[in-house]
């Protein structure tokens, strides 16, 4: 009779131990600008894949300009701006305002970007294919993160170029005002 209440005990424990595992808040580490070399090389075989990440949030909804305001309060400088890309290959059509990279969990990588720098809504999401069961609860986590105190906006100052405009443009966060302004090519 022991042995069963024992096994019994030890089989719902491990239920709710792995309950309990499913509603954890991921931890989100963002990769500096230093380690997107190592990021790459750790990730380099990994398919990605934007799904699990459709749900709508309240960071979808808000002007990307803010949202990077937010991550910046949040997470510090992007791991890579258009300067980062521009003397390397760079493309139009691959113009980026900012990305930020992370690890979750210590094992799932994650980019997030601007779909068209300060001229939409949200962000581009993306993650390892293998992971896309935990995407709904890291998209929550950082929903949460940014739209709590320590995601209130900071400045910031990044340069965008649209090639749809075929313009430049300093994108910004300073004294408690949003800017795009034209400008022409910046020297990087």
């Known amino acids: 009779?022991?042995?069963?209440?024992?096994?019994?005990?030890?089989?719902?424990?491990?239920?709710?131990?792995?309950?309990?595992?499913?509603?954890?808040?991921?931890?989100l580490r963002k990769v500096t600008s230093?380690?997107?070399?190592?990021?790459?090389?750790r990730f380099a075989n990994i398919s990605w894949t934007g799904q699990g990440l459709y749900n709508p949030t309240t960071i979808d909804r808000i002007p990307t300009i803010e949202v990077r305001s937010r991550l910046q309060a949040a997470f510090g400088n992007p791991t890579q701006t258009i300067a980062d890309l521009i003397n390397n290959n760079f493309r139009p059509g691959k113009?980026?305002?900012?990305?930020?990279?992370?690890?979750?969990?210590?094992?799932?990588?994650l980019m997030i970007?601007?779909?068209d720098g300060p001229f939409e809504n949200g962000l581009v999401y993306v993650g390892a294919t293998r992971?896309?069961?935990?995407m709904p609860a890291v998209k929550r986590a950082l929903n949460r993160i940014l739209m709590s105190e320590e995601g209130e906006p900071a400045e910031f100052r990044d340069y965008f170029f649209s090639p749809e405009r075929n313009q430049w443009y300093l994108v910004s966060y300073q004294n408690g005002?949003?800017?795009r302004e034209t400008i022409s090519r910046p020297n990087f």
């Open 34 to 41: 230093s380690e997107r070399a190592a990021f790459q090389q």
């Open 95 to 109: 113009a980026i305002q900012f990305e930020y990279w992370f690890i979750v969990d210590g094992e799932m990588p």
């Open 131 to 134: 992971y896309v069961d935990l």
């Open 113 to 115: 970007l601007d779909l």
């Open 177 to 179: 005002e949003f800017k």
């Open 1 to 27: 009779m022991a042995i069963k209440r024992i096994l019994f005990t030890a089989f719902f424990s491990l239920i709710w131990c792995a309950a309990y595992a499913q509603f954890e808040e991921p931890v």
